[in-house]
């Protein structure tokens, strides 16, 4: 058995009991089906001596009581045997959920969103198709096959080995298919993980598609992914198209040896025909469960198909773990050391022998051109990266000794994307702290001055914000995204451009909010617009993945650097930037 089936089989042991129901039940239905081929003589025996006239009200109700027990059965096993792979499935589902959100963000640097998202529905829907169909299949085909076998045994042992001989030949060509098919529908779910990229990025990106007009090229890049996918399903329709009739072909050439043999056994008078027919029931009977088997070990190897896929993504290895003696961090002071810090995403390096030391509760704050690196140190402060070379230290510790969850906890961030997911106003802020009261929540927006649109929402902090938050403006979601920071209650807090999109107003109170927070918490704050920095105690200046200077607004605008140089463009020629 490969190692895929039995892992996904491992998924329904806890359910043995559900598995064990049905296997009794499919065991009464198979019965009930070797009966009735066997009973296919004694009737046809009596009929034929036209003496038994009792027979002909015995034998209706007698197949109406078969076919009741062998329905009632059925029912039985089909509902256990279903309900059993759809908790199998369930804890895959739930299993493949927690791992991948339990991944590294490198591993969401490489992996598509929609591709993600396609193999937690098609893929794990295909893998359940299969599972369903073939633990139905399984108990109940088997059971039906040593049934009738065991009827055609019965009846002329002679015959039955000469069937029997044909049925090792239908193997070769059923794995061989199998394997065909398990590859064309890895395939294909390949090609549906691109096509679910598309449309993850189509819908998230609709406003830039409309806005560029891109409608038509989008559409058509979708037709041709959609017609790449039909191109590798082909492939599967083929082969399991082809399972069957090849089967059936050598099937026949057992049939055909046993009408030859059976019949010229008959003319001898070695055989009865009414032996003769019941052994032809049972035959044909016994055509139906090994096609039933040959479909069955076909869907399953589609469902490998999926099945490695999903399991792929589930073992994913990640870098970033708890070492296993890891330091469970209480609230730090929040003392901050960067020790020659080099770090980078592919092989360009983006941060180069950074260091900087922050004492507890002061104000740090980055500055520099775009894709200088700030919002990477960011990164690597919470260790969603680990660095390449030096260390990061936080209240002396090392990141990589301290486990996760603890300091996760010391961490509150405004990112420069406003994240927020489609719940009411409330429960945004609320992911900051799951276990915040109302009041609490009202305060945090308060505090991030976003308490004033909410009351003029029409269900206020009740109100369903939309997928990402899109029935807001952007300040608003800024200002949302500061609220959630804040209820978190962190001792270090990381704004990176949390007040960019702001008036200048606004921005001015969100900051003195900010300011009042700042107090007593080690602070990071990223910022374009030097207006915002300029209270910070220390201003780390970056270009291209090196601090340039490190100092406070007086030292730095005193020297001649790229700080005085920024300065100057800032506010020599623009009054007030009111227009930024
Ligand atoms: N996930 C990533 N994968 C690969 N490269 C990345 C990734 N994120 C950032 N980079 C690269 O790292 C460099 C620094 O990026 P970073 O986001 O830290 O810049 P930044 O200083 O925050 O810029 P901005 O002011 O525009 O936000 C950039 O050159 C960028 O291309
Ligand atoms: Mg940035």
Redesign the pocket.
Known sequence: MSPVLKRTLRYFLPYWWLLLLSALFSLVVGAMDGAFAYLVEPVLQRIFAGKDTTIFLLVPMGIVILFLVRGVSRYIYDATIKLAGQKAIQDIRNDFFRLTTRQD??FY?RQATGDLMSRMTNDISTMQEGMGQVVTGLFRDLISLAALLGVIFYRNWQLATISFIVFPLTIYPAQLIGKKIKNAARRSLDVMGGLGTTIQETFSGIKVIKAFGLEQQISERFEQENHNFLQQFKRYIKYSSLATPVTEMIVSLGVAAVIYVGGSQVMAGRMTPAELFSFIAAMIMLFTPVKKLQSSYNVMQRSAGAAERVFQTMDAQRSIVDKPDAVELARVSGRVEFQEVGFR??D?P?LQGVNLAVAPGQMVA?V????????????LLMRFYDVDQGAILLDGHDLRDISLVSLNRQFALVD?ETTLFNDTIANNIRYGRPDASDAEVEAAARAAFADDFIQQLPEGYATNIGDRGARLSGGQRQRLCIARALIKDAPILIL??ATSALDTESEKMVQQALENLMRNRTTFV?A?RLSTVQNADLIVV?EQ?NILEIGSHADLVAGSGLYSRLHALQFSDQPEPVAA
């Open positions: 963000m490198s640097n995403y592919g360009e983006v980055l520099g051109p775009s894709g200088s690196g700030k919002s990477t140190m960011a990164a420069q990176d451009e990223i374009h970056l993945g």
